[in-house]
């Protein structure tokens, strides 16, 4: 047997796994329990009764709503607290009737009566258990939210309008069609009761949260759905005691589900119906309350408290297996589909609930509540409920998801779905939502958008979107249309090509350059496109003019090969056209005309290559933020004193941008002490930068940066005694307080973590990081920064050859450190945030010298 493969018998790999208690858990599988101990904290107990007075009266508003038993509602509240509770994924998440099925539930009410409609619960739940066992729970989020959101959305539009007639006091009909062509007929033989009722009842549901003042405040804590139910019921007692209201049947005479009977298809269908509306609102229930607790979370974090546990992320198919489990047991004692409710777990999250806990104890009070509240709840006015579920119904058609589906695009599909749910029912809703969807997406995917540009006899052809068939006969059309002896750029501006395009291009290319005229293929963005990631070619890349420009080198040495007759070439790539694949036609280098079609010298084709490209590429994607600076006005936040070596590149390696960095950059990043600027020496530009920062610009934080393999630390090395007088050793004179520093024992050796440095070079060039900020500091300017507490200043060195940065340790950096140590910067380290540190370091350094050194990487998490 392989060593690397433990024998079943070997007790070391055994005890080696964690055990069960020590809270491991496998990236798939259900959170580990909370405790040995089921634990309740006052705030649970709090947020309990919290829910407990919102649930009590939805409960009962959707039974009504559905023509179910109105115990059905107080059932399914109870099991789905007690049992989703303690078995789901979500522990904050409160499950109960669903209100997403109440226009289901009374079409199968009417179909098949209540104690089939309780069997095809069971089976709906027996289903959801099947589903979560194959982990298909975050597959199902993976429908567009369009179509699920219009789903609920038309949902709510059907209940609204079902229990608007509750509302008026009549009767709803079977369809939300049929409700609204009844709407008038309604109206006509409205009676007062019922609707004052009603209007009292919507009145408090939005008034109550929004009461002013500090009253308003205090008050609002009472859940407006149990103020709004309570005052309709005491005004109704006073005033209407003849209105219609809640009539709860004995227990003895409580109704359970029994075997289905109808057609199996019939029954399959409403089966996977409900599956699927409740399994959708448990699901999207469950991602809405991660949010709020996170939320939650922040907040606490904000105001310097420590949250009471930490935020974990649902495992919904432990959650649709334990609603699964719910909606069987609920069915057969005779309840409603239960699924977890957005309102019933928002308001549980803002009552400060902790743990599942709150949930739980939520169905205890609704099952004690079944058993002897029965009298109290019979008070309850039928339209109370009606107007308390009609409203829920109103806020599942969420504005906030319309701007959102706006936003994307993608409101057709969403006002398609609605549609088809309130005329033909949820599964075709859906099905309308799904074939709107792919519509759209084979219209955008069939969209290209070509235009043709003129420019000095140049032709730029522009092909945005992707190129298939469709666009074929658009595409031949406009570029047989071009002169033969024009020059011409075609920039081809998408991620997809068929082979009918393909051709296309490449029966006119090779056309056009046996005859001798001169083309260009391109993308807009100098990338390859379509490609794997393995085939691209390497110089094709954004950086492409810090490796020398070999791209645009290309294109100018193929750009007489590819116009000979019989040679076409794709410039892109530098093949043959004939031998390229599809991927390698569409692909594109970054090439203009100007580099490869004027001639002259290669250093005016790097430049205007590059000019162009920026014009092309660059410019329109910085062009708004250029304006604003243009207009405001730049704000550094550093200065930035570095060498002049073309290897640094300082946006790159900051991560900076436009308006970021106010850079200096000179031979050996010196920084002349005041003493040396005096007319005679004339080094007054540097002080200069550093006076216009720090007292104009206002910047925070300077940054003397060094780089490995200095040319100005070299020539220092190798100086003679007697040093030409020239304008280069005149400036490297400024180096030499670096060099004694180094030969000196009064300083400890600059060096780098973990190293000493590689050569008598690095070592020079990382003492001379240090000395330049013992010059800095001696600016009156910069001294006068550095006592008031508002300027930070910092040490870096940058290694080309590893691509690594460097940080000087704090103490070091302030002049206060006894150690010269340079830190590495390591890709995700943990440093404390500060406001002031270099943009090398993102933003974050290390709280004290020790803390800055070197970290290893398993010791943050890498």
Not at 615 to 637: C, D, F, M, N, Y
Request: proline share 7%; with cysteine.
């Amino acid at each position: 047997m392989p060593a690397c493969a433990p024998a079943r018998n070997d007790r070391s790999s055994r005890s080696s796994r964690p055990s069960r208690s020590s809270g491991f858990k496998r990236p798939h599988s259900p959170p580990p329990p909370d405790g040995h101990r089921f634990r309740v904290s006052g705030a649970d107990l709090s947020a309990s009764i919290t829910v407990f007075l919102i649930a009590v009266p939805m409960s009962l508003g959707l039974a009504v709503a559905m023509g179910a038993p109105l115990a059905a509602g107080l059932v399914s509240a109870a099991i789905g607290g007690i049992v989703a509770g303690l078995l789901g994924g979500t522990p904050l998440q409160v499950s109960g009737p669903s209100a997403g099925l109440t226009v289901v539930t009374a079409e199968l009410i009417q179909l098949y009566g209540w104690r089939t409609t309780c069997a095809i619960t069971v089976g709906a739940g027996l289903l959801q258990i099947l589903l979560g066992s194959l982990r298909a729970a975050r597959s199902a989020l993976a429908v567009s939210p369009a179509i699920v959101h219009g789903t609920l959305a038309g949902i709510g539009v059907a209940i609204a309008l079902a229990q608007l007639h509750v509302v008026l006091g009549g009767t709803p009909q079977s369809s939300a069609l049929d409700n609204a062509w009844a709407l008038p007929a309604q109206l006509a033989r409205i009676s007062p009761a019922a609707p004052a009722v009603g209007a009292l009842t919507i009145a408090l549901l939005v008034l109550w949260p929004r009461l002013p003042g500090r009253l308003g405040g205090a008050l609002g804590r009472i859940p407006a759905a149990l103020v709004a139910v309570g005052v309709a019921t005491a005004v109704a007692a006073v005033a209407m005691p003849g209105i219609a209201r809640v009539d709860l049947p004995s227990w003895s005479s409580h109704a359970f589900g029994e075997l289905p009977r109808g057609p199996v298809a019939a029954l399959a269908t409403a089966v996977f119906t409900v599956m699927l509306v409740a399994s959708l609102e448990s699901l999207l229930a469950a991602v809405s309350v991660d949010k709020l607790a996170a939320d939650r979370a922040s907040a606490i974090a904000r105001d310097g408290a420590t949250p009471s546990l930490p935020v974990k992320r649902s495992d919904l198919d432990r959650e649709l297996r334990a609603q699964g489990i719910a909606n069987v047991l609920s069915g057969a004692l005779g309840g409603l589909a239960v699924s977890g409710g957005a309102v019933r777990s928002s308001a549980n999250v803002r009552a400060g609930a902790t743990g599942r806990a709150a949930t739980v104890l939520h169905g205890v009070w609704m099952l004690l509540a079944a058993a002897l509240l029965v009298t109290v709840l019979e008070w309850i006015p039928l339209a109370a409920l009606a107007a308390l579920v009609m409203v829920v119904g109103i806020q599942m058609v969420n504005f906030a998801h319309i701007r959102n589906v706006h936003r994307h695009r993608e409101f057709v599909v969403y006002g398609a779905t609605i549609s088809g749910v309130i005329t033909a029912g949820v599964l075709m809703g859906v099905a309308v939502g799904i074939l709107a969807a792919v519509a759209i997406a084979l219209q955008r995917l069939a969209r290209t958008r070509i235009t043709v540009t003129e420019e000095d006899g140049r032709y730029l052809v522009s092909v945005r979107g992707q190129l298939t068939f469709l666009a074929v006969p658009r595409l031949s059309r406009l570029l047989n249309h071009l002169p033969v002896s024009a020059d011409v750029i075609l920039e081809l501006d998408g991620f997809f090509m068929d082979h009918a395009a393909y051709e296309t291009i490449q029966d006119w290319y090779t056309a056009r350059t046996s005859i001798g005229g001169r083309t260009i293929l391109t993308g807009r963005a100098g990338g390859r496109i379509a490609e794997p990631g393995s085939a691209a070619h390497s110089c094709c890349r954004p950086w492409t003019p810090w490796r020398n420009h070999h791209c645009h080198e290309l294109a100018a040495h193929t750009a007489d090969d590819a116009t000979r007759p019989g040679n076409a070439t794709d410039r892109t790539i530098g093949v043959p056209l004939a031998k390229a694949t599809p991927q390698d036609a569409f692909g594109a280098a970054a090439m203009i005309a100007s580099a490869a079609i004027t001639p002259g010298r290669p250093s005016r084709h790097r430049l205007l290559s590059g000019l162009s490209s920026f014009q092309r590429t660059t410019a329109p994607l910085v062009r708004e933020e250029l304006a604003r600076l243009a207009t405001e006005g730049q704000r550094p936040s550093q200065l930035f004193i570095t060498c002049a070596d073309s290897r640094l590149i300082t946006s790159m390696i900051t991560a900076s941008g436009p308006g970021d960095l106010f850079t200096v950059r000179n031979v050996g990043n010196l920084v002349p002490p005041p003493e040396a600027d005096s007319a005679e020496n004339n080094d007054d530009s540097v002080a200069a930068a550093i006076e216009y920062a720090v007292d104009v610009l206002g910047v925070e934080s300077i940054t003397v940066c060094g780089h490995s393999g200095c040319g100005a630390m070299q020539a220092l090395l190798d100086a003679p005694p007697e040093a030409p007088v020239t304008p280069l050793w005149r400036w490297l004179r400024h180096g030499r307080p670096s060099l004694e520093r180094m030969g000196s024992r009064h300083h400890s050796w600059a060096r780098i973590a973990g190293r000493l440095p590689t050569d008598a070079v690095e070592q020079l060039c990382l003492t001379n990081v240090v000395q330049q900020l013992e010059h800095l500091r001696a600016h009156d300017s910069v001294s006068r920064r550095l006592a008031a507490g508002t300027l930070q200043l910092h040490g870096m060195y940058f290694h080309v050859g590893e691509a690594q940065a460097y940080l000087l340790t704090e103490g070091a950096s302030a002049g206060t450190g006894p150690d010269e140590v340079f830190a590495r910067v390591a890709p995700w380290a943990e440093y404390e945030t500060d406001p002031h540190a270099p943009p090398s370091a993102q933003s974050r350094t290390s709280p004290t010298p020790a803390a800055a050194r070197e970290v290893p990487d398993t010791a943050v998490g890498v």
